[in-house]
């Protein structure tokens, strides 16, 4: 049997005692008799068409979160309550009033019978419309969550083979000029794979896990650009936890080195930090990636790369916007030294998917 939730159950019969109540002063205004006798017997047949239903919905619901047993039992389950409140609730009312004669007979039976059944279709109809509603509402919501989880897993795909090929591209060069340096590139390949490959694949992990996968990476290229490339990571102590998409900030260092230090015969350096602005709605994370090449005026030094050159980029902005919508953004801003920031910034404590 589901889960039985008592919220919505003393909802529903809240809900039903007050109809209840609106039936008795109905009755009462149009001269069937005493208030209190009529309110006696519309709670009594009300309530106890409600509980039988109510319970008997929870018991024979269908899998999972469908609210109400379909087909011949959803039908069969109101005639059943609608019968077993009438008699039990009629009893209640007698009870009550102290009259033999009741509702069960005499003239009143047929009215009271169909102010009964019109109560209780109508009632189990609007219980079952907002519980479907509920239901579907529901379902969407998960599909929608499950369609974000593929796409951006998708996005991941495709963005870890980009930065694997380039790698290998520049293993296969320096195999053949420099083998010790080939050596430990290879090395820190290795480590850098062994980290992204250990951990189970996620949407987001802790940036500190970011920061220790960017810093394989520069390593790695270190290796290749030699004393060219100087790199320095600030990641202050209470961000470290903060939850952040996997691979978000290494195609901001790649078209940094690419596009920023490579052009230049003295290469330079890198910075990437983590901090945190205010925004209109709640703090924000803002992590940049800032060089000292040739600036965002410089046209790129290799244009045989064509649009691949910017795919860590177009990757990274697609994945801002799957995750956080018009909230994630990513600016390059020239640096007034010379170089370029790249900037993310995202809500701080956003419930990413």
Not at 209 to 225: G, K, P, Q, S, T
Not at 291 to 296: A, E, F, I, R, S
Request: overall charge neutral; charged content about 15%; hydrophobic content about 50%.
């Amino acid at each position: 049997m589901p889960h039985f939730e008592l919220r919505p159950f003393a909802r529903h019969g809240l809900i039903t005692a007050v109809l209840c109540c609106l039936i008795a002063l109905a009755l009462t205004l149009s001269k069937n008799g005493a208030w209190d006798v009529q309110l006696a017997y519309s709670l009594g047949i009300g309530l106890c068409s409600w509980l039988v239903i109510e319970l008997g919905r929870h018991w024979l619901r269908g899998p999972g979160d469908i609210p109400w047993p379909m087909g011949w039992r959803g039908i069969a389950l109101i005639v059943c309550g609608i019968s077993v409140g009438f008699v039990l609730g009629t009893a209640l009312g007698d009870a009550y009033s102290g009259t033999a004669t009741g509702l069960l007979r005499g003239h009143d039976a047929v009215p009271s019978l169909l102010i009964t059944v019109a109560a209780s279709v109508a009632i189990s109809f609007f219980f079952y419309s907002r519980g479907r509603a509920a239901y579907l509402q529901a379902h969407m919501a998960q599909a929608q969550r499950d369609a974000t989880e593929a796409r951006l897993k998708l996005l991941e795909a495709q963005l870890e083979p980009h930065m694997m090929f380039n790698t290998l591209a520049n293993l296969r060069v320096l195999i053949a000029t420099d083998p010790p340096r080939a050596q430990a590139m290879l090395d820190h390949l290795i480590a850098y794979l062994r980290a992204t490959l250990g951990g189970a694949r996620t949407t987001v992990h802790p940036l500190a896990d970011e920061f220790a996968r960017l810093a394989d990476y520069l390593e790695i290229m270190a290796v290749r650009m030699g004393p060219r490339l100087t790199f320095s990571l600030d990641l202050p102590e209470a961000l470290q936890g903060t939850p952040v998409p996997p691979l978000l900030l290494q195609p901001l260092v790649e078209n940094a080195i690419r596009h920023g230090l490579e052009p230049q015969v003295n290469g330079g350096h890198i910075q990437v930090r983590a901090s945190t602005l205010p925004g209109p709605a709640g703090a924000l994370l803002a992590l940049e990636v800032v060089d000292t090449g040739v600036g965002l005026a410089q046209p790129p030094a290799a244009p045989a790369d064509g649009p691949a050159s910017h795919f860590g980029l177009a990757q990274v902005r697609e994945r801002l916007a799957t995750l956080y919508g018009p909230q994630g953004t990513l600016e390059l801003i020239a640096v007034t030294a010379g170089g370029t920031s790249a900037r993310v910034t995202f809500p701080l404590n956003f419930p990413a998917a």
